[in-house]
């Protein structure tokens, strides 16, 4: 795990201090709230729809355990007992007051972690592959390359007012997990021909409003160009992208408007520049950097009684088949906890589930843990052989659901229940859509399949790139949702096709079981996935399944 | 002719706690929706809200909010707003939390 540094530790509490005086400016009428909103949004902190928010960042998504631990000592004192893991792998806290922020803000430091740059223009929490460091496919851990990156953009003088928010997303490994290509800067760790590591950079891509898939700016990168050419390519969007208009100001319009070439061209020119002024990463820092994400000491051990636990208890063997990932190192496995039992909230985890996930990281998981952007918790280091004790202790907190990559692992952003911004709900749809499949007994039947919902349509949900997506509106005053099929979240990113007019709320699990049981129907086997089909038969079945009655009326 | 003026009431969020509060035709601040005043005067209601807006050391954000006259007082018209006057779907907080208790 990275440490903080002096520098760093500093530099927090200093931040902390200043809040502080901020927050009692604002009371005592000091400060008017548009004066306090920017103060407080640096911070992290949002006005929702019935409270304040609080969105912690989780660096690339890892945490200690003494982190979690915090975490949940946090929710319970100054929240509500649970906490909102996010799909930028943050948490946020639904239920804060504000004169208790910076308290929290300080509980928060003693473990290392802070809110900063969790919103505004500025360069957010750096994402990454949630299996970094474990993942057998991957070339190299992203994760010294996304801290590189979060010292460099923290507090960043020229990047501070940026025309928009700024988002980038690393990944180790050919498979994406990270969804680079949805990010306004996305870096894949590739290899060239003489065996060197460096950077494909990928530029302008994004969800919201106007999706786009992000295109291959530089194949490849040496390492150590990357700050100065993050700089070139932040630096020209800062001047390049739009301040006009709040909807066209992401660096994706940029690309879009002016062309890939010219972009680059113009990033290319700054580049020689920023090259040039760049005196190079302090070697020092740098493997100070690269030491802290050492692997941990793996064992050479057997697995003990896992294949025979397998075979002696079903509940055991499905959630090994559905929740474990290749581990690189033999005799390990990577564990992704769910936290979608079904009913569940999507990406709630209690105080109790926190600080269990804590106590088993530190008993079977080297102390990691990890939040993906599917919202959920990840051990990257377990030994197969304490699987079966991990697994029986997770039962204890409703924490074993064995669904990851199923109808019910659903991605929902809070929507209308929390967000200020949202125009529907989406947490009940995805309630319901979890409980009811499991209910008719199609869950198993219909196997690997990715729903995102968006309460709206800054796409916070991902529902462009679910192979279904469902997007929550407000028609004439009434909660209405559109399906998008075929979208795909991984290096072959796609944007999902609206399939037709929306349904009424009650009328989405409906949709969907027509969808779904068309698509059971249609399959060659059992191997051939939603997606797979879908891009096999086209949209048309599937158009046909969820609107019937137009069927019925154009054969007519 | 000019279409009908559809009510409203002054709605915010608490400075401190973020709750949802209501202006009241006494010139309090209520978190109970039915308790508000229901303005049915647009003139009338651009004063209230000058008037909500001023008290900026209690509350944030002050907008109208149509609403219609129910058997207990104001009612919200839009599911949003009737949201609001409850709190989230997925657990039984914020004002509903309050509500149970009582």
Known sequence: MYKYSDFDEAFVRERNAQFRAQVTRRIDGSLTEDEFRPLRLMNGLYLQLHAYMLRVAVPYGT????????????????????????????????????????????ALGEVEMHAIQTSGNTIRNVTADHFAGAAADEIEDPRPTAELIRQWSTDHPEFQFLPRKFKIGVTGSPNDRAVTKAHDIGLRIVRNASGETGYEVIVGGGLGRTPMVGQVIRPFLPKPDLLPYLGAVISTYNLMGRRDNKYKARIKITVFENGIEKFRDAVEARFEQTRREFSGVNPK????????????????????NFDAARDADPVFRAWTETNLTAHRAPGYAIVTVSLKAHGATPGDATSDQMRLLADLADRYGHGELRISHEQ??????????DLPALHAALKTEALATANIGLVSDIIACPGMDYCALATARSIPVAQEIATHFRAIGL????????????????????????HIGILGLDRAGVENYQITLGGDHTETLTLGERAGPGFAYDQVVPALERLLRTYIDLRTDRNETFLDAYRRLGAEPFKTALYPAEATRDAA | MSRAYTPKVVTANALIEGDVVYLTADDRWTRDHAEAELIEDEAHAQLRLLKAGHQRNIVVGAYLADARRGPNGPEPIHFREAFRTRGPSNYAHGKQEGAARV
């Open chain 1, 443 to 466: 869950e198993e039947e219909i196997g690997a399949l990715k729903i995102k919902i968006s309460g709206c349509i800054n796409a916070c949900g991902h529902h462009h790139i679910g």
């Open chain 1, 63 to 106: 945490l200690s355990a003494r982190q979690m631990r915090q975490l949940a000592m946090i929710a319970d004192r100054w929240d509500k007992g649970y906490g909102h893991f996010t799909t930028r792998q943050n948490i946020q806290y639904n239920w804060p007051k504000l004169t208790d922020v910076p308290d929290m803000l300080d």
């Open chain 1, 285 to 304: 820092i740098l493997a100070e950097i690269e030491q802290s994400f050492a692997p941990p000491a793996f064992r050479n051990a057997p697995d003990g």
């Open chain 1, 376 to 385: 959920n918790v990840v051990l990257p280091h377990v030994h197969k052989s």
